[in-house]
T-cell receptor
Framework: KAGVTQTPRYLIKTRGQQVTLSCSPISGHRSVSWYQQTPGQGLQFLFEYFSETQRNKGNFPGRFSGRQFSNSRSEMNVSTLELGDSALYLC??????????????FGPGTRLTVT | AQSVTQLGSHVSVSEGALVLLRCNYSSSVPPYLFWYVQYPNQGLQLLLKYTSAATLVKGINGFEAEFKKSETSFHLTKPSAHMSDAAEYFCAVSSPNDYKLSFGAGTTVTVRA
């Protein structure tokens, strides 16, 4: 079974631009979560979607948004990019809603660099 | 709210020696606990999880962890380190009705030949 895929793997953007990242979960998984990983802040939860509904959101500004499609694929968007948005963005999928007692399977991440 | 604290941002061990990575959690409800490993330029891979069954949990690659409620700990061990164990390790916590993982700061393991 194919793992979680994320596209693109690497991205370079300029301050003020916007960016869209894509995530395809493992087949059959209906929950998709997004995390931001930086050297300074570590791994931080962005949001979680289940059946096209956002079930939980982390403490990030409104510039960060996401959505989930009927096939469980998910996208996240960051508008008006800032230098501090440079990070590895990780997507994770699971069979049930969020983490709870079930494993989250992570993709390889999208490395975003904002210049 | 749940949180985890990983003691030691960096651990160096000799090949064949015991690997011990420490994790303490804080949770107002019975937690679910996880250990993940991250190799350079890769995502996170689940090593093992605790979900209120056996307190001693065995995972992949020879790792195991013991849940100790009295000490609010979930330390990760491996009896004999291998060069391939060099990576960053993250402890994470979740709980019922919580749709996210809260991660520790991570511990980088280096293995000396």
């Amino acid at each position: 079974k194919a793992g979680v895929t994320q596209t693109p793997r690497y991205l370079i953007k300029t301050r003020g631009q916007q960016v869209t990242l894509s995530c395809s979960p493992i087949s059959g998984h209906r929950s998709v979560s997004w995390y931001q990983q930086t050297p300074g802040q570590g791994l931080q939860f962005l949001f979680e979607y289940f059946s096209e509904t956002q079930r939980n959101k982390g403490n990030f500004p409104g510039r960060f948004s996401g959505r989930q499609f009927s096939n469980s694929r998910s996208e996240m968007n960051v508008s008006t990019l800032e230098l501090g948005d440079s990070a590895l963005y990780l997507c994770a999928s699971s069979l049930e809603q969020g983490a709870r007692g079930y494993e989250q399977y992570f993709g390889p991440g999208t490395r975003l660099t904002v210049t | 709210a749940q949180s985890v604290t990983q003691l030691g941002s960096h651990v160096s061990v000799s090949e064949g020696a015991l690997v011990l990575l420490r994790c303490n959690y804080s949770s107002s409800v019975p937690p679910y606990l996880f250990w993940y490993v991250q190799y350079p330029n890769q995502g996170l891979q689940l090593l093992l999880k605790y979900t209120s069954a056996a307190t001693l949990v065995k995972g992949i690659n020879g790792f195991e962890a013991e849940f100790k409620k009295s000490e609010t700990s979930f330390h990760l061990t491996k009896p004999s380190a291998h060069m391939s164990d060099a990576a960053e390790y993250f402890c994470a916590v979740s709980s019922p009705n919580d749709y996210k993982l809260s991660f520790g700061a991570g511990t980088t393991v280096t293995v000396r030949a």
